[in-house]
């Protein structure tokens, strides 16, 4: 495994790789992230990791400092995993370039675009530097961050050679889906999260048998849902995955959640 602190060092390692698989992360690693990374390596003959808590996404500065960071438990896991190239760059080496500002239009305004403001601009931004200077075949982003995989593709295969792929969310045995931020969480408020994480797969097959109950359904859980488990729901509303209008069909939708709990901002999808 190489690790790439400069871009002079990511040059020099990259240079003649013309089909790498690219795995973009923020750290804290988990069986999510290792699942995407094993995918990039089914896929392609090398795969390079990024490690980087980008600042420019964080619409709050204390999540940004809250953000858990175990860099050396990161490392361990991949070697193991016989990553072949780390990049650990600083904020100044990703920002040393100008560039247009990207804006997301009206109609990308929805879910978490419309409670995070310049999040997902910070997004985009950063994975067109990555791309940039890795020039990869192809990357690897997860469906537990859907909005996110959508409006990464459109713009990176649009500005970009490289295609980005999806891997399904990686779940624990109680339905969480893995994440970070369920670090920040103690013991019981993960076993709430398990609670909601099955009434929320259990309301997407109930809309799944008829999706003209769709609004109906959801408002009733989402009142059940505050009530029982006094959460704070940003969000909750099924969406088309193939343009994430809210025109659903039986197969192809998802149902969208953001919430706090204990104070934790936590979405998922279904
Ligand atoms: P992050 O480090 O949180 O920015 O995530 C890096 C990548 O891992 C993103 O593409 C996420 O969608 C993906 N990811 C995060 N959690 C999971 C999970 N539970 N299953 C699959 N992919 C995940």
């Known amino acids: 495994m190489k690790l790439l602190e400069q871009i002079t060092d990511l040059n020099k390692a990259i240079n003649k790789e013309k089909k790498l698989g690219y795995v973009p992360t923020m750290g804290n690693l988990h069986m999510g992230h290792e699942a995407l990374i094993k995918k990039s390596q089914k896929e392609c003959p090398k795969t390079i990791v990024t490690i980087f808590?980008?600042?420019?996404?964080?619409?709050?500065?204390?999540d940004y400092k809250n953000y858990p960071r175990s860099l050396n438990q990161d490392l361990k896991i991949l070697k193991k995993l016989k990553v072949d190239y780390v990049y650990l760059p600083t904020v100044n080496q990703v920002f040393n370039e100008?560039?247009?500002?990207?804006?997301?239009?009206?109609?990308?305004?929805?879910?978490?675009?419309?409670?995070?403001?310049?999040?997902?601009?910070?997004?985009?931004?950063?994975?067109?530097?990555?791309?940039?200077?890795?020039?990869?075949?192809?990357?690897?982003?997860?469906?537990?961050?859907?909005?996110?995989?959508?409006?990464?593709?459109?713009?990176?295969?649009?500005?970009?050679?490289?295609?980005v792929y999806s891997c399904k969310t990686i779940r624990d045995s109680n339905m969480i889906a893995l994440?970070?931020?369920?670090?920040?969480?103690?013991?019981?408020?993960?076993?709430?999260?398990?609670?909601?994480?099955?009434?929320?797969?259990?309301?997407?097959?109930?809309?799944?048998?008829?999706?003209?109950?769709?609004?109906?359904?959801?408002?009733?859980?989402?009142?059940?849902?505050?009530?029982?488990?006094k959460i704070r729901i940003e969000y909750m509303e099924c969406r088309n995955i193939v343009n994430m209008s809210p025109n659903i069909h039986a197969r192809s939708f998802k149902l969208f959640i953001a919430y706090y709990l204990s104070k934790v901002r936590l979405i998922d999808n279904f």
């Not at 808590?53 to 619409?59: K, S, V, W």
């Not at 075949?137 to 909005?147: L, N, R, T, V, W």
């Not at 970070?180 to 019981?188: E, F, M, P, V, Y």
């Open 98 to 163: 100008q560039l247009p500002k990207i804006l997301l239009n009206k109609s990308q305004k929805i879910l978490c675009a419309k409670f995070r403001n310049g999040h997902f601009e910070g997004v985009l931004d950063v994975l067109n530097r990555f791309v940039k200077l890795i020039s990869p075949k192809s990357i690897f982003m997860g469906e537990k961050d859907y909005q996110q995989f959508f409006l990464v593709k459109n713009f990176i295969e649009k500005n970009h050679k490289t295609k």
């Open 53 to 62: 808590i980008n600042p420019t996404q964080f619409n709050n500065k204390k």
């Open 179 to 229: 994440s970070s931020r369920n670090n920040l969480l103690n013991k019981a408020s993960l076993n709430t999260l398990g609670l909601i994480s099955n009434e929320l797969l259990n309301l997407k097959k109930k809309i799944y048998q008829d999706t003209r109950q769709s609004k109906k359904l959801i408002q009733a859980l989402k009142k059940d849902l505050v009530k029982k488990y």
